[in-house]
């Protein structure tokens, strides 16, 4: 029986050893080391192609987007400053200089939509001068980031003197938007020269040519500091020095003001020249302050000799406030968030952050590198640690500002939130998306639940997605461009602001801002296009999103 079993076995084994040899595994064939080489090279070319189409039909669709906005503003506003879609008209709320026009036609430049070029280039030649000669009171900032800082965008873009004429255009000679451009400065000077001290006055008369300061007497601190780009750039294609030298006084005076560890309080008056009450944030009346401080600096390139770096120390400092002053944490899941020091103490810190702070993440981005890929600039070691530490806090920060969004019942984010903190909560006030992550860390109180179409986060978006390339910042502003289309489009033309992002279907508010043609949907174009297209190392954009040349 053992015999037997052992003769079994044997047979077994050598039959096990005949089907080895008799019957090899199945290997891939092996290819010679360049025909290896080719075979994944096509591979990566292929998923590269599909990439590349994928963001390029994405990219078609915010041109659609962007050409449904304008013909709605063209059908029932066309010359008022903004369009009220629901109700079908237009409205003058900035001035009377058919602002939207002006806004809306470096984004149309830069999406190739040559017939919009054509119509807004026209209206610009034929009645925007007039108007500038025959309006009455407009506000200086305003006028400047959006008016003149769309024609002197204009005249780059379409091969003004130092320009780059990206395409072909029809329709005015850049010299049209650059003369226009100069007889609307030539009368915003006038809020400089008649102040008594070097803060301007925050409004003008054009057709007189006169200033005077907003009711109560102050001027926001992020708008006398935020038309310097705008003058800086005419001083240098008119050759004339006194539109800059004009406007770099605002920045030169604060200088010597004193600060909270770089931060300056939001109102300034241009009686005295000094700052006003004690309120710190980065969020309206203070957002633009801290980034024209770096901006106006990297207009004039970044040579540590340069008579304009005392403004990047300035932009150093304030991050450093930021970091120590205002940067918290949100219960339960850790939020990184900007606050507000209402009585410029830490003692009264509010954990309020409004959308516009979303400008921030990109500033400190676009700082950290200087406008170059995370990548490149390490590689030159043009990046100390603090850039990083600031580099760190932009992505943390755009982070929550597209949970902001997330955290909805629409996918868009309010005009205003609030974070819970050790001593502060509020319940019941969450933004209504209950598979949000974060929808106990953010507060949204009935009064601050709107949208108004704003552009900060997606302009961060676009930013830090040119410098660290990472695609998610991509796929999160597909996420918002969506919910854009969705919930505020109007079928009749335009896009519409909300009463309640929280909510599903939304109330809507009637009125199409111009920014949302001159930077939101500027700035989700270009996220979702080739870098090389108005290169952050070569462009600085404005608070409005028109692109100068860096000088």
């Known amino acids: 029986m053992h015999s037997s079993l052992k003769t079994y076995e044997d047979k077994k084994l050598i039959a096990g050893f005949k089907g080895f040899w008799r019957r090899p595994p199945r290997i891939p064939p092996r290819l010679p080391p360049h025909d290896k080489l080719n075979h994944n090279t096509h591979i990566i070319d292929s998923q590269k192609l599909n990439e590349k189409s994928k963001w390029q039909a994405r990219q078609d669709k915010v041109k659609e987007a962007f050409i449904h906005a304008w013909s709605g503003y063209t059908k029932y506003a066309m010359g008022y400053d903004e369009l009220m879609p629901l109700s079908q008209r237009g409205t003058d709320g900035l001035g009377g200089l058919g602002a939207t026009v002006v806004d809306a036609l470096d984004t149309a430049m830069i999406m190739g939509a040559n017939d919009i070029v054509l119509e807004a280039g026209t209206w610009i030649e034929k009645q925007l ?6 309006k009455g009171q407009v506000n200086l900032f305003e006028t400047t980031i959006r008016v003149l800082g769309g024609l002197l965008s204009a005249y780059h873009l379409s091969g003004g003197e130092n320009g780059t004429d990206i395409l072909k255009f029809e329709g005015p000679k850049p010299t049209v938007y650059l003369e226009i451009a100069k007889d609307l400065a030539d009368r915003l000077l006038v809020a400089f020269t008649a102040s008594p001290t070097s803060i301007p ?4 008369v054009l057709s007189d040519r006169t200033a005077h300061p907003a009711p109560g007497g102050l001027s926001s601190t992020s708008e006398v500091s935020t038309v310097q780009l705008e003058f800086n750039y005419l001083s240098t294609v008119l050759n004339d020095s006194k539109y800059g030298l004009e406007a770099m006084k605002v920045l030169e005076h604060m200088r010597i003001l004193p600060t909270v560890q770089g931060l300056v309080p939001i109102y300034i008056s241009p009686h005295s020249g000094e700052f006003s009450g004690q309120n710190i944030r980065l969020g309206s009346r203070g957002d633009s302050y801290y980034e024209y401080l770096l901006k106006v600096w990297l207009q004039h390139g970044t040579s540590q000799d340069s008579d304009f770096q005392y403004l990047h120390k300035m932009y150093e400092e304030a991050m450093k406030g930021v970091r120590s002053l205002l940067v918290r944490k949100s219960i339960p899941k850790g939020l990184v968030f900007v606050g507000e020091l209402p009585s410029g103490s830490e003692d009264d810190f509010s954990p309020k952050m409004d959308h516009l702070v979303c400008f921030l993440p990109g500033t400190l981005a676009l700082g950290a590198t200087k406008g170059f890929t995370k990548k490149q600039a390490m590689k030159d ?10 580099l760190k806090l932009a992505e943390d920060l755009i982070k929550t500002c597209f949970e902001m969004y997330a955290v909805t019942s629409t996918g868009l984010a309010p005009e205003i939130a609030y974070f819970q903190i050790e001593g502060y909560s509020e319940v019941g006030l969450d933004g209504g998306n209950k598979s949000s992550e974060y929808i ?11 949208n108004l179409l704003r552009p900060e986060t997606v302009e961060s978006l676009f930013v830090l997605y040119r410098i660290t390339e990472d695609p998610k910042y991509r796929e999160w502003g597909w996420q918002i461009f969506e919910a854009f289309e969705k919930h505020t489009k109007v079928d009749s033309g335009g896009f519409t602001s909300l009463n309640d992002v929280t909510k599903v279907p939304p109330e809507r508010r009637d009125k199409m801002e111009t920014f949302f043609l001159g930077e939101t949907l500027k700035y989700i174009y270009l996220l979702f296009g080739e870098s090389s297209v108005i290169p952050l190392d070569k462009f600085v954009f404005n608070t409005e999103a028109h692109p100068f040349p860096i000088i």
Not at 129 to 134: C, F, G, K, V
Not at 440 to 450: L, S, V
């Open 440 to 450: 106990n860390d953010i507060i949204i109180k009935p009064a601050d639940r709107h």
């Open 201 to 204: 006055f925050s409004d003008v």
């Open 129 to 134: 001068l007039q108007r500038i000669t025959a």
């Open 381 to 390: 070691n043009l990046v100390s640690f603090e850039d990083l530490e600031n």
